[in-house]
């Protein structure tokens, strides 16, 4: 996927969203954001959203100090929803106006502008099936963005130790981790060594995994994020199980 598939993408998801929650109590749990109600993830994700697009307008190349941005918020709860439409609105108009192949600080692999459209649709995605899932009902996740956000989240999660602090304990004797998608081309080989771990280039050679999780690319996109339970029958797992153990308990985002 391209900058203005992703930014298109922002838009649909969170269309998404806000059609799961407009007519929803936004008082209800969220069980996979222990603590969160509809509400708290409604805001959570425009405040992405908002804040997303205070950096790509400042275009910063340094880490910011500050993360005060005007929310804008709505009097009362129920104007969360049309807020978070406003929220993608606003976004929206900023990726028009951005040079999103510009030069720009990111804390992941890429250093550009693109990095943060990318990161706000899987933010937005993930949490739409947040709402869903709160809401019985069982989210759809286009493969084609699946593939795409399991390639993300790989890439990025050995950056992401400032805020996901057990990811600092992804580590393992020369150890791999393969992550297969049963429902068409799809496969991500992660290497554990000593020093840390990380996405091992695709072409390199062949080799085989010490474990092994095969399943629909939209299955394993929300069992990466820990919204399914590698045990459940959506998945094939191969290999070994400790080590498996050992990355679902500290790879949480």
């Known amino acids: 996927m391209n900058p203005a598939q992703h930014g298109a993408a922002v838009a649909a998801e969170t269309a998404a969203f806000v059609a799961t929650v407009t007519a929803a109590d936004l008082s209800t749990p969220v069980p996979t954001c222990p603590g969160w109600t509809l509400g708290d993830l409604t805001q959570h994700v425009g405040s992405v959203h908002r804040w997303f697009s205070e950096l790509l307008r400042r275009g910063i190349q340094q880490p910011p100090t500050s993360r005060e941005v005007d929310l804008r918020l709505p009097e009362h709860p129920g104007g969360l929803p049309d807020w978070l439409s406003a929220s993608a609105a606003q976004a929206a108009e900023v990726f028009a106006a951005t040079d999103l192949d510009a030069p720009m600080w990111a804390w992941g692999v890429d250093q550009h502008a693109r990095f943060w459209v990318r990161r706000m649709l899987f933010e937005t995605l993930v949490h739409r099936a947040d ?9 759809h996740v286009d493969r084609v963005l699946a593939v795409d956000g399991i390639d993300e989240f790989l890439t990025n999660l050995p950056f992401a130790s400032s805020f996901a602090p057990l990811t600092a304990q992804l580590r393992a004797p020369d150890r791999t981790i393969r992550f297969s998608c049963t429902d ?14 990380g996405l091992l280039a695709a072409g390199a050679e062949p080799r085989a995994a ?31 199980q400790d080590l498996l153990a050992h990355w679902f308990a500290h790879s949480a985002f």
Request: proline share 4%; glycine share 14%; hydrophobic share 45%.
């Open 184 to 197: 068409g081309d799809g496969d991500w080989l992660v290497g554990l060594r000593p020093d840390g771990f």
């Open 210 to 240: 010490d474990a092994t999780v095969r399943g629909t690319a939209a299955d394993l996109l929300l069992l990466l994020y820990g919204r399914l339970d590698r045990r459940s029958d959506s998945f094939h797992l191969l290999g070994d």
């Open 131 to 139: 709402a869903q899932l709160a809401l019985g009902v069982s989210p």
